[in-house]
């Protein structure tokens, strides 16, 4: 072989070596290429941090994302056990062409920045665990422990996005008295939330929280983001209804009710609910007829046949709906709380149903706007434990890496972090 010919055969491996360069990773999320959807979202949460641009590919592969490729990504990939794939320059343009296209409801989203992350929950280790900060701490994303003292100081100022742990806002102690008055921990954490009112300068619990609340209620005003599961959602809404109104009978603040309270509710101040009846027994767990727990058992919802549908939304039109709506499938495991689900015929028609039951139309995830800000409201306690009790072991997410109801959590921690566009018109 001839010097001038090796000198080509080399030129030629070098060119194809350049056009087949791997520019690009991409973090399938569809249900067979992703062995970790959890940490995946972990993986973009790091790579923003790490001033990394990234796309988020709406309805591409289960709403997968593409980040440039470096060995720093690769590494932390394998690292977390993430499946990641290696593109080409051409793959990734082919693949950005075929979602641009107005054929395809599809979309790429730019992630612009991690946000900060708050949540909103009691100082010190509860009888039960909360799913948020579990994934959170899971996907390792990190957040902010933050409670009443901060929230009235304005220190969520401070951050993008606020989950609310499964929080009464209403100042009744989350309706546990019929079922566990008695309890060590039930008595303690009603003598703190007592010393923390007093201690902030409020006579009783329920005002206090409601001051909380409409700090919260500000917050999300003034543009921030607000992620709520269980009864921090229907508890949220009734606090805020009921603002000058005291719904709380004596056992919870020594003080009898206002007479005929349900008609002295204002549902223009709640953000999701409007024309619910509260609850009126204390020794009843429930708050009001928002939830559909007691609803359910009268309806038969076999736990067989407990699933929910997610809404299919316009990637190209709609795409925040379709960002909390990214999933490897579109039916997701129902699980319970003391908050399950929401009664549809309640819900306000400016507020978006991003998740329905078939069997009964309960809403089960749902999301609207409020003033500059968002807020999302997930029904249930723990997407992989069916009906978890006070004192149960937590769940151990090693055993559920691929969780679609836990993917929805994780969907709304990344969604502050999406490059805001002008409305299309």
Not at 153 to 169: K, P, R, V
Not at 312 to 326: E, G, H, N, V, Y
Not at 368 to 383: A, R
């Amino acid at each position: 072989m001839n010097t001038r010919f090796k000198n080509f055969i080399f030129i030629f491996i070098l060119l194809i070596s350049f056009i087949s360069k791997a520019t690009s990773i991409l973090i399938p999320m569809d249900a067979e290429g992703q062995q970790n959807h959890l940490k995946a979202y972990g993986i973009t949460y790091w790579a923003l941090t790490k001033d990394y641009k990234v796309n988020w590919l709406l309805n591409y592969r289960g709403g997968s994302f593409l980040m440039p490729d470096s060995e720093e990504i690769r590494k932390e990939c394998k690292i977390r056990g993430v499946t990641f794939e290696i593109l080409s320059d051409g793959n990734t343009a082919s693949i950005l062409e075929d979602i641009s296209s107005p054929s395809q409801n599809m979309e790429a989203v730019v992630l612009e920045k991690a946000p900060k992350i708050a949540v909103y929950t009691p100082k010190g280790l509860q009888p039960w665990d909360d799913a948020v900060t579990m994934v959170l701490t899971y996907a390792e994303i990190p957040y902010t422990e933050v409670y009443d003292e901060e929230v009235l100081s304005d220190q969520l100022l401070l951050y993008e996005w606020l989950h609310l742990h499964h929080e009464d806002f209403t100042g009744q102690y989350g309706k546990f008295f019929g079922a566990y008055r008695n309890a060590p921990w039930y008595i303690e954490q009603k003598l703190e939330a007592e010393k923390l009112a007093n201690k902030l300068g409020y006579n009783k619990v329920s005002e206090e929280k409601l001051a909380v609340a409409k700090k919260i209620r500000d917050y999300v005003i003034g543009g921030g983001f607000m992620f709520a599961m269980c009864s921090a959602t229907d508890s949220f809404d009734i606090a805020l209804s009921a603002e000058g109104v005291d719904i709380c009978e004596p056992m919870f603040d020594g003080d009898t009710s206002t007479p005929n309270y349900q008609d002295k509710i204002d549902f223009n101040n709640s953000f999701a609910f409007k024309n619910f009846a509260l609850e009126k027994s204390p020794i009843v767990y429930e708050f009001s007829n928002i939830d559909t727990t007691n609803d359910r058992q009268n309806k038969t919802v076999p736990f067989e046949q407990d699933y929910f549908t997610l809404m299919d939304f316009s990637a190209k039109w709609d795409p925040i709906p379709t960002m909390l709506c990214q999933n490897h499938t579109q039916l997701v495991k129902g699980f319970m709380g003391q908050t399950t689900a929401f009664n549809g015929n309640l819900i306000k028609s400016s507020v978006l149903r991003l998740g329905e039951c078939k069997i009964n139309g309960e809403a089960r995830y749902i999301h609207g706007t409020i003033g500059k800000g968002m807020f999302t409201y997930y029904g249930g306690h723990d997407p992989e434990d069916y009906q978890h009790r006070v004192g149960d072991a937590p769940t151990v997410l090693d055993l559920h890496p691929n969780s679609p109801g836990y993917r929805l959590i994780l969907n709304n921690v990344l969604f502050p972090a999406a490059k805001k566009k002008k409305q299309k018109t």
